[in-house]
Each structure stands twice: as structure tokens, then as C-alpha cells.
């Protein structure tokens, strides 16, 4: 019998590189885009993912504006 429950998927970073915060806005906002352009409601999506990555963003926003000042 074939065992259908299947762990999930781990990722491990190999390396890494600190990036600006307007850096890191400007690929999230990038993503969410993309992201909700794939995800119609109608398809079921996950909208607990897209108000984290709102979140984010939002946050990202405000640190952006205090670095400025």
C-alpha cells in the first residue's frame, strides 16, 4: 500500500547577503503581486498568506520611512 502523507518540503539556505530594507519591500511588493495575480478566490487560495505578506510589507513601509529621517 502506497503511503500518501508526505512530509513537507525543507528548505536550508546555503548562503546569504543582507539587503536594504527598500531592497526588501520592493521584491515583497513584487511578489504579492505576483502572487495574488496566480491566486483568484475561486481557486481556493490561502488568504492567511497574503495578509502576513501585507504585514510585511507595511512594516518594511515604516522602516523605510524612519531610516529616511
Given at each position: 500500500?502506497?503511503?500518501?502523507?508526505?512530509?513537507?518540503?525543507h528548505?536550508?539556505?546555503?548562503?546569504?547577503?543582507?539587503?536594504s530594507?527598500?531592497?526588501?519591500?520592493?521584491?515583497?511588493?513584487?511578489?504579492?503581486?505576483?502572487?495574488?495575480?496566480?491566486s483568484?478566490?475561486?481557486?481556493?487560495?490561502?488568504?492567511?498568506?497574503?495578509?502576513?505578506?501585507?504585514?510585511?510589507?507595511?512594516?518594511?513601509?515604516?522602516?523605510?520611512?524612519?531610516?529616511?529621517?
Open positions: 500500500m502506497d503511503d500518501i502523507a508526505h512530509s513537507p518540503v528548505l536550508q539556505a546555503v548562503s546569504s547577503a543582507p539587503v530594507s527598500r531592497h526588501a519591500l520592493s521584491r515583497v511588493k513584487g511578489f504579492l503581486d505576483d502572487f495574488q495575480a496566480r483568484t478566490p475561486s481557486k481556493g487560495s490561502d488568504t492567511s498568506i497574503t495578509a502576513q505578506l501585507q504585514k510585511l510589507s507595511k512594516a518594511l513601509e515604516q522602516e523605510c520611512i524612519r531610516q529616511s529621517k
